[in-house]
C-alpha cells in the first residue's frame, strides 16, 4: 500500500528541498554569482583592509561551479587570498571558504559572516630579540 502523495510503496519520502535559484541555474547553466548582501559583506571587508594598507586591488570571477573573490598586495601578483562560494558543498562543509595563495584553506563554513572572522586576526611577524 502506498502512502497518499508519496509516490513510492515503501512510504519512504525521497524528496529533497532544492531552493529555487539554484535548480534554475542548473537548468539554465548560469554562473554562481554572489548576492548583493554576500557582496556588500566582502566590500565592506575589502574597504577596512584597503583602509589598514593591507589590500591594494581584487578580482571577481563568477565560474561554472563557484564565485571567487580575489584579493591583492598588488596587481601584478598572484591573489594573496580568495573568498569562495561553491553551491555545492554547501550541505557538507559549507558553502564558504577563504583560501590562501599556496591553496591552503584557512576556514570554511556554512555562513559568510563566521567565515570571514579568519581576517579579525592580525597576524604580525615576530622577530627573536638577542640579547
Known amino acids: 500500500m502506498t502512502e497518499y502523495g508519496s509516490g513510492r510503496e ?7 528541498l532544492i531552493p529555487f535559484v539554484e535548480a534554475r541555474r542548473a537548468r539554465l547553466d548560469l554562473p554562481v554569482t554572489f548576492d548583493r548582501r554576500e557582496l556588500d559583506h566582502i566590500l565592506r571587508l575589502y574597504g577596512q583592509m584597503v583602509a589598514a ?25 598572484m591573489p594573496m587570498f ?9 550541505r557538507k562543509q559549507g558553502a564558504w571558504s577563504v583560501v590562501t595563495a599556496a591553496g591552503v584553506v584557512l576556514k570554511r563554513g556554512h555562513e559568510l ?14 622577530r627573536a630579540v638577542r640579547r
Open 10 to 16: 515503501d512510504g519512504e519520502d525521497s524528496g529533497n
Open 53 to 77: 594598507g593591507e589590500w591594494r586591488d581584487y578580482a571577481i570571477d563568477h565560474l561554472k561551479d563557484r564565485a571567487v573573490f580575489s584579493v591583492y598586495r598588488r596587481a601584478s601578483e
Open 82 to 90: 580568495q573568498i569562495v562560494k561553491n553551491p555545492k558543498l554547501a
Open 113 to 126: 559572516a563566521r567565515v570571514l572572522t579568519v581576517f579579525d586576526k592580525q597576524l604580525r611577524v615576530v
